[in-house]
């Protein structure tokens, strides 16, 4: 059989859950504990890289495919983009925490911090998307026989 | 403490040389791998968590994808005699940065007091006192990231795209041409 064996994919099918529950936590409490969007969505990044390593690129283009990831990392530059717009928008100035400012949550609570927690997200989509999409793209590169990269073309036209 | 942190910062620079000298391929990525790792437990004994995490994950995602890039890839090792002309270039560089390097190591604030303990009106005494109140988020640093300085994590996060996008658009082409049947050029 080519690729890892059964041990390590299983072992990898459960562990992929964890590593994305851990990714998804540092994003949510980026702003109360250490992480934070970007660490978060490299977590989250590498549980989709140990899917492409375990289970080949096909497995992990089939959970999210590659149109999905190149949307997903466009629409995460463009949210943090809009959220800083929304500060010049409603408070004159780029950037300005708007929702912060009108509201006040109760500190060091999860639904706080205005636009912080939000932005994390954004940037968590991006990071994420794109680095997966990094990863397929130059497994991509290192080709020996012609059948998986015309895969990768072929979806890419779609 | 600093005893610990000098000899991870030791191990680090032996790790570096051994990246340098190495014929193999592979060992030279693992003992980058081995840079980074010492890097990221340095973060944390600096009481850096954030930096830390970023660090250790970034860490684990390019030496998974350098080492997928590299395995089963032969070193193209370059023969010949060595550019005397570029040696004296550099090592006269290396003595200059040396020089002034060790001349700017004097006027920084000793280890482990940081400016703002020193001049009382830093802007970061400013964004330590009234973070939590004026932008609701416990965690400094993400307070600073996102709220302080959101141009430069727009700016980081552009980067990042523009980078994503450059190398589908180069790497794309290739996988084109690949048409099945063809071998890529490595």
Known sequence: MRGPSIVVRTVARWVVAFIFLYGIF???FGHLTPGGGFAGGVILACAF????????????LAGFPFR?????????????????????????????????????????RLFNGG???????AIALK???????????????RVRAGGSDADLASEEEE | MTNLLVLLLAFMI????????????????????????????AFLLLSAPDVAITQIVVEVLTLVILIRATVGREAHTVSGA???????????????????????????????SPAVARVADAPSTAYLTEGLAKTGAGNIVTAVLLD??????????????????????????RSRNAAPGKELQP
């Open chain 1, 115 to 121: 636009i912080i927690p939000l932005a994390n997200l």
């Open chain 2, 82 to 112: 060595r550019d005397t002309f570029g040696l004296a270039v550099a090592g006269a560089l290396v003595l200059m940065l040396l020089v002034f390097t060790v001349g700017v190591l004097g006027t920084l604030p000793p280890f482990g």
């Open chain 2, 148 to 173: 302080y300085r959101g141009y430069d994590t727009l700016g980081e996060a552009t980067v990042l795209f523009t980078a994503i996008v450059g190398a589908m658009a180069l790497l794309r082409r």
């Open chain 1, 26 to 28: 540092i994003v949510a």
């Open chain 1, 68 to 108: 999905v990831a190149k949307r997903l990392d466009s629409a995460g530059a463009l949210l943090f983009l809009a959220l800083a717009l929304l500060g010049l928008l409603f408070a004159g100035g780029f950037f300005i925490n708007v929702i912060q400012r009108v509201e006040p949550g109760q500190p060091l």
């Open chain 2, 14 to 41: 032996i790790a570096a040389i051994v990246a340098i000298w190495t014929e193999d391929l592979l060992s030279s990525v693992i003992a980058v791998g081995a840079v980074g790792f010492g890097s990221s437990v």
């Open chain 1, 127 to 141: 990071v994420c998307a794109s680095l997966f999409l990094v990863m397929v793209v130059l497994s991509a590169l």
């Open chain 1, 49 to 60: 890289v140990l899917e492409v390593l375990a289970w080949g690129k096909e497995s992990a």
